[in-house]
């Protein structure tokens, strides 16, 4: 098999290619919509970090609250289905915010609201969604189908930035937003366009899912853990670009919304690049990988708080989106890939809630220390936290004996096909 066709490999299968499709358009526009909001919070407010702080903190308290239901909803209930749903409510929200926008009538308690609200549908959305890629692909074609969601979801960052920048500078910020709410359309037309008899579905769907039932399924599997708190502790500290991005831009770089949108689009191109070397990989990762590549995003991203000229901070961006890409793909598919099929949707809602649910107590800290000691502090502190971490997961690895063969992770890795 060529390098080329083993890299798209997954999309020879047409319901992952529909997908796909939908949420390449999709997830772009959702960029541009963020830019849009981002920029308007910062209007509104008089660049206020706090301000910002609280909006993506109400973006991302739902997940913590929530994500462990919705993965246990993805474990009894039709996925595709679930899906649909998600999708057309996430796009009347945004229709509301455009028509507040386009009225002159928002507020900036309009965008809090806005923000927790679709918060909760992400909560629903995002286990059904990761689960729901092994149910279109099965397990052989599982890392390439996570690689390649990654890659059209980094295509999407770099395109969405940059073109939102570009459209808010010339028609403000309302045909963004309404833009957003007419894409979700496609990611709902993909999905009802699938053939359903084409999933690969567990052979029976357990009647009763517990939340603890999944957390007991981890007790004991510290192949899992480990990844999970990493991912836990840099997802708190480290992924905080929606706040730190336009802080750099406005108030370090002084620049305008195209150019913060530049900012933004270098991120995502590293992380496209990345997204694109990991579509080869078809076993399970190590937990030296895994530790590695958080090592390595700890120190750039403290790098790119320091760096000291735009030209700079671009490049020191793209570096670290390569890394944020490389180390959550590689923490995703040692979780996924080592989980048995009948627990994966709530083992991925406990992966969604680590990574996106402890946003909001970092977004909140990162904005008081961006706004006492500016916005270099703010995205050089999440880097210094992300290293120790990094450091800390090795030599507790290194410490840990493990067990004779990892019988608990060989078994699982055996149910989904390795």
Same mark, same amino acid.
Request: some cysteine; charged content about 10%; aromatic content about 8%.
């Given at each position: ?27 772009? !526009? ?53 899906? /649909? ?9 945004? #229709? ?21 609200? #679709? ?62 709410? /007419? ?5 709902? !037309?993909? #999905? ?37 708190? #990493? ?188």
């Amino acid at each position: 098999m060529s390098t080329l066709r083993r890299m798209f490999e997954a999309l020879t299968v047409r319901n992952f290619r529909l997908f796909a499709a939908g949420q390449l358009l999709s997830v772009t !526009c959702t960029w541009m919509m963020f830019i849009a909001q981002d920029w308007l919070v910062l209007s509104l407010s008089g660049d206020s970090a706090t301000a910002l702080g609280l909006v993506t903190a109400l973006q991302f308290t739902p997940m913590l609250l929530l994500t462990l239901y919705g993965g246990r909803l993805a474990d009894r209930h039709d996925k595709r289905r679930l899906l /649909v749903a998600a999708n057309l409510a996430a796009g009347v929200l945004a #229709l509301l915010l455009a028509v507040l926008t386009f009225t002159g009538g928002l507020r900036l308690w309009h965008i809090w609201v806005f923000a927790a609200a #679709l918060g909760t549908v992400n909560a629903m959305e995002a286990p059904a969604r990761m689960a729901f890629v092994s149910e279109m692909v099965g397990a052989a074609l599982l890392p390439n189908a996570s690689a390649l969601s990654a890659a059209y979801f980094n295509a999407a960052r770099v395109v969405g930035p940059a073109l939102a920048g570009l459209l808010i500078s010339r028609f403000d910020a309302g045909p963004v937003i309404a833009l957003n709410a /007419v894409s979700y359309l496609a990611s709902v !037309c993909a #999905l009802l366009l699938m053939d359903p008899a084409e999933l690969v579905r567990p052979a029976e769907r357990p009647g009763r899912t517990g939340v603890l039932d999944g957390l007991r399924y981890l007790r004991g599997r510290s192949d899992l853990m480990l990844p999970l708190a #990493l991912v836990g502790v840099i997802g708190m500290f480290g992924f905080n670009f929606q706040l730190t991005l336009p802080l750099m831009a406005k108030t370090v770089f002084h620049a305008d919304s195209a150019s913060f949108g530049l900012l933004a689009s270098a991120l995502a191109a590293g992380s496209l690049l990345a997204a694109f070397a990991t579509t080869g990989r078809r076993s399970r990762p190590s937990a030296v990988l895994v530790i590695g590549a958080a090592v390595a995003f700890g120190a750039l991203e403290t790098l790119s708080g320091l760096a000291p000229t735009f030209a700079a901070a671009l490049v020191l961006l793209a570096a670290t989106g390569f890394a944020t890409i490389y180390f959550a793909q590689a923490a995703n598919h040692r979780v996924q890939l080592g989980t048995d099929p009948r627990y994966r949707g709530r083992v991925m809602a406990l992966y969604t809630l680590t990574l996106q649910g402890s946003t909001p107590l970092g977004a909140l800290l990162t904005g008081w220390l961006s706004e006492h000691w500016g916005a270099r502090a703010g995205l050089s502190a999440g880097g210094v936290v992300s290293l120790a971490a990094g450091l800390l997961a090795l030599w507790a690895h290194r410490r840990r004996r493990p067990p004779a063969g990892d019988p608990a992770g060989a078994a699982s890795g055996a149910k989904v096909g390795l």
